[in-house]
């Protein structure tokens, strides 16, 4: 937690939340995972302190292979050295590979069946937002899944402190996911009990 706040102090853009996600919303982020056939690729992007990557690494099965990309070195460190041995089995650390990148930058093989992403939309420029979302559909498998969340009426909350091109800029975002929910099925689900409330988003091509 310590780590989380301190680091939403010193990289306020890149952290993007003061507080890191609830478990009900990590929960219900990986339930793709709970129904998929394996062996499976999966990919968390901006994991933080690891509030997902603990929930995944309980659902990893020995077939699976797990990448994770983060680009601030002090979380990477957090998941690699906190996280990942608390939360996996010690012969099956090979299956995770942890790369300390920006995921404009990094280098990786398609055909993710689940995609988890944990990037704070809200404080980039729509153009890297939808940089960002193809990105990640192209490293999708084609029957893939494509997690991420958004803060519940966090738009609106900011909107009298914005300005105007910040208004302008946040119904850029609302309105590329509203385009990618209509493209990719996209489902919500929304999780209250989380601070702030939040909706869970599930795409996938082939519904
Ligand atoms: C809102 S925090 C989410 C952390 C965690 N998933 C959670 O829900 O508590 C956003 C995370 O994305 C990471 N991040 C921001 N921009 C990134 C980028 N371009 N590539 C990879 N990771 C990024 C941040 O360092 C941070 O760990």
Avoid at 45 to 73: A, H, M, S, W
Avoid at 96 to 106: A, K, Q
Avoid at 115 to 127: A, I, K, Q, S, T
Wanted: glycine share 6%.
């Amino acid at each position: 937690m310590f780590t989380f706040v301190k680091q939403s102090i010193l990289q306020t853009k890149q952290t993007g939340a003061v507080w890191p996600s609830g478990r009900r919303l990590a929960r219900t982020m990986t339930s793709p995972l709970l129904d998929s056939k394996g062996p499976r690729r999966i990919l968390e992007v901006g994991p933080g302190t690891g509030v997902f990557t603990r929930e995944i690494c309980k659902q990893l099965r020995p077939d699976d292979t797990y990448d994770i990309v983060e680009i601030n070195p002090t979380f990477c460190r957090h998941v690699e050295q906190k996280v990942l041995p608390r939360h996996i089995d010690p012969k099956n650390l090979h299956q995770v590979r942890i790369h300390c990148d920006s995921l404009e930058n990094v280098v990786l093989e398609p055909g993710y069946d689940h995609v988890f992403c944990g990037l704070p939309f809200n404080n980039f420029e729509p153009w890297l937002v939808r940089s960002l979302f193809r990105k990640m559909i192209s490293l999708m498998a084609e029957e893939g899944t494509l997690s991420f969340f958004e803060y519940i009426g966090v738009r609106m909350m900011r909107a009298p402190l914005v300005g105007r091109s910040g208004r302008k800029r946040s119904t850029d975002i609302e309105r590329i996911n509203k385009s990618l929910r209509r493209r990719f099925h996209g489902r919500r689900e929304a999780v209250l009990c989380n601070i702030p409330p939040a909706y869970a988003v599930h795409l996938q091509p082939v519904a």
